[in-house]
């Protein structure tokens, strides 16, 4: 297994310690059966990828910083780790957090987090890449990297640590990760990864040959080197790989900037430190998907998502101003059927999964959508494969689509009308004629299906009790008319959550609803709803929504909280074990920082936000445009049929421009190529209130 790597016992005291894989083993055997479910640190799964560590340049850790029953399922954790297991010069390994029982045994046993596929101590590799697509997994990120033995904040590491970055939907806000995280990429993964590894690379061929030449000529003088920008606690050598990094497209290196303030409170600006590095960083794009995965791994236990999983599109164009996944994954980009059939073929043969997940955020609107789902029960017409095309919407699931499911449907049929009546509807821009959803839950009864689930969203903007009581009134029809079909068989499940106003979205600008709020609304459902046996309802604890708010609105200030929030035993934020609202009430206090500034407070039409130096692409005169029509009531069309100009095209235009055609579900670009200048923070002119 090659020599030993040094662990820094961070959870014990500060030694230098030598630990080697097998030791590792040998530590997990006494340890093992005695924690819940060990099949989730034993490594071993089907389909894993083990390379000659000694002969591999680059060592890569994919981190999904909760529990292995949700991290195997990961499809951006699956893309980046097939990418860079492709490549003859780096692996890519996987980690994910430890339940509560394995953790105090492994403090208790001297155990530094691993890798599953060598065992190899986390601090050996040379970049850690944590996936952190919500909120809820920032404290489990800082107790990650402590049970790995490495410093949990940025400017504490030095040369001999791997270099941390993290990636994900949450990053398009990150700074309240900014004190831990070395560099954030923003936007798709599948080509800045490579980027990150060859710059990784480039440094140690580098750093070795500077070695090599200090060796042979110890006589000679050597040059000055210029000031670290981090931290003097860090090597200058690492200072220079960070350097490397924020001057790849797309990648974001918190060190390199500073944020000012005014007087109450908000943002001024935030301005790069250093020449040649971009503000704003924009987001990085894939012109043309890549080929998805089809070696899946293939857990030893059961699993939250026991499934081949294909992408068959990105992004979205419909244009839901709660949504911050339809705004942030634009452009759309669509995979062929006969892509998505090969690669289905392929993860079938490979895992012996029998439930095909057709993913995207609309799957619906995949233009070739019927023929997909009819292609794909020819393929497989003789197995027993369950095929689940999650995402539907209303308005576009066609009979058709709801015959040729049938056969192969898995669990029950789900739709996201997200509000019940007709004014909120247009406020969220996601409009629906009730008539319209009755007609087609009663087709899918009609077909076969007894469960059908519903998704809502409380607290909209301007939602009143009456909206809310819409919602109880639409699941009562609904089943209704199931029971007409099928009669007592009928079920609905409704799953209500609490909308948390996103980063680049048009409701940016608006506040979270109160704490009292909340639970008025959700008494409303429970009373109006749990009385009939055949209908559950789900909702979201509203301090779970609270902590989501401050978390993903949050400005760098908010580090500091989340670092004393995870000092004080917050962990699992998103489970009922680690619900810790009174140690986040604490944190808040101990800052001087009131969680209301984040959460309750209506935004100024002019306001500066914590993440207005990294974009999505999506301008934000047409965000705040978008949310000037939400409310007036006014809907968008899918931009499909109708171009608002959001700002792909003048960022991604000669992109757009090498790939004509169906690739992109935006207009072709016809104007000669030109250098693309990102448009500027600072020239971004708002109306101010009462404009």
């Given amino acids: 297994m090659g020599r030993p790597c040094a662990f820094k016992k961070s959870f014990f005291v500060i030694i230098l310690n030598m630990i080697s894989p097998q030791e590792i083993e040998a530590k997990l055997d006494r340890i093992l059966l005695k924690v819940q479910k060990p099949g989730r640190y034993v490594g071993g799964e089907l389909n894993i990828v083990v390379k000659d560590w000694d002969r591999i340049a680059t060592k890569v850790a994919f981190i999904f910083p909760d529990i292995y029953d949700i991290g195997v399922s990961n499809v951006g954790l699956k893309i980046l780790y097939d990418q860079v297991n492709q490549r003859p010069d780096a692996l890519a390994e996987r980690a994910y957090a430890p339940w509560l029982d394995m953790e105090a045994r492994m403090r208790a046993h001297g155990i530094p987090l691993y890798s599953l596929e060598s065992k190899r101590p986390l601090a050996c590799f040379d970049i850690l890449g944590f996936s952190l697509p919500y909120e809820t997994l920032y404290t489990n990120t800082l107790n990650v990297l402590d049970l790995s033995g490495i410093p949990v904040r940025s400017q504490d590491r030095d040369e001999t640590h791997p270099i941390v970055i993290a990636g994900g939907h949450s990053t398009m806000n990150p700074e309240p990760m900014h004190a831990f995280i070395d560099a954030f990429v923003i936007g798709e993964g599948e080509e800045v990864i490579h980027d990150i590894i060859n710059t990784v690379q480039n440094y140690k061929s580098s ?79 894939v012109a043309k998907l890549p080929p998805p995965p089809t070696q899946f791994i293939v857990p030893n236990i059961d699993i939250v998502h026991n499934r081949i999983s294909v992408e068959i599109m990105r992004g979205c164009t419909r244009g839901c101003r709660f949504c911050q996944a339809g705004m942030i994954t634009r452009p759309v980009r669509e995979r062929s059927v006969d892509e998505i059939l090969t690669a289905a073929e392929a993860a079938i043969k490979s895992t012996g999964f029998e439930e095909l997940a057709l993913l995207s955020l609309s799957s619906s609107d995949y233009t070739d959508v019927v023929e997909l789902v009819t292609r794909v029960g020819e393929r497989f017409g003789d197995t027993q494969l369950k095929v689940s095309l999650p995402s539907l919407r209303i308005e576009s699931v066609s009979i058709d689509l709801m015959e040729k499911l049938k056969d192969r449907r898995s669990g029950g049929f789900t739709l996201a009308p997200e509000a019940a009546t007709e004014r909120m509807r247009r406020i969220i821009n996601k409009f629906i004629p009730d008539e319209d959803l009755i007609n087609t839950t009663r087709e899918i009864y009609r077909r076969g299906w007894s469960t059908i689930k519903l998704y809502f969203m409380i607290g909209h903007p301007s939602e009143t009790l009456a909206d809310v009581q819409a919602i109880a009134d639409l699941c009562k029809r609904v089943l209704a008319e199931g029971r007409k079909v099928i009669g007592m068989k009928a079920k609905l499940h409704a799953g209500v959550s609490t909308f948390v106003p996103k980063p680049q979205t048009p409701f940016q600008w608006v506040s979270c609803d109160t704490r009292a709020n909340i639970f008025a609304k959700q008494n409303l459902l429970k009373r109006q709803l749990l009385r009939d046996k055949n209908i559950k309802l789900s909702w979201t604890d509203p301090d779970d929504t609270l902590l989501e708010a401050w978390l993903s609105r949050g400005d760098r200030r908010i580090a500091e909280v989340i670092y004393t929030a995870w000092k004080n035993g917050a962990r699992f934020d998103a489970w009922d074990e680690g619900r810790k609202p009174e140690v986040w009430a604490a944190a808040f206090a101990e800052h001087g920082l009131d969680p209301v500034f984040y959460t309750h407070r209506q935004r100024r039409t002019d306001e500066v936000f914590p993440w207005e130096h990294i974009t999505a692409a999506v301008r934000k005169n047409f965000l705040f445009q978008d949310f000037r029509a939400s409310l007036e009531g006014e809907l968008r069309v899918d931009c499909r049929l109708n171009c608002f100009a959001c700002g792909i095209l003048p960022i991604f235009a000669n992109m757009r421009r090498e790939n004509p055609g169906d690739v992109w579900k935006c207009p072709d670009v016809k104007s000669p190529s030109r250098t693309v200048i990102s448009e500027s923070v600072a020239s971004i002119q708002l109306p101010v209130v009462g404009d």
Avoid: W
């Fill in 207 to 285: 750093l070795r040959g500077a070695q090599r030449r200090s060796n042979l000529r110890v006589d000679e003088e050597i040059p000055s080197l210029p000031e670290p920008v981090l931290s003097a606690s860090e090597g200058i050598a690492r200072n220079d790989v960070l350097m490397a990094l924020a001057k790849i497209p797309g990648v974001y290196v918190p060190g390199f900037y500073k944020t000012d303030y005014m007087e109450d409170d908000t943002v001024a600006h935030t301005d790069a430190l250093v020449e040649g590095i971009a503000n704003p960083v924009v987001k990085r794009v």
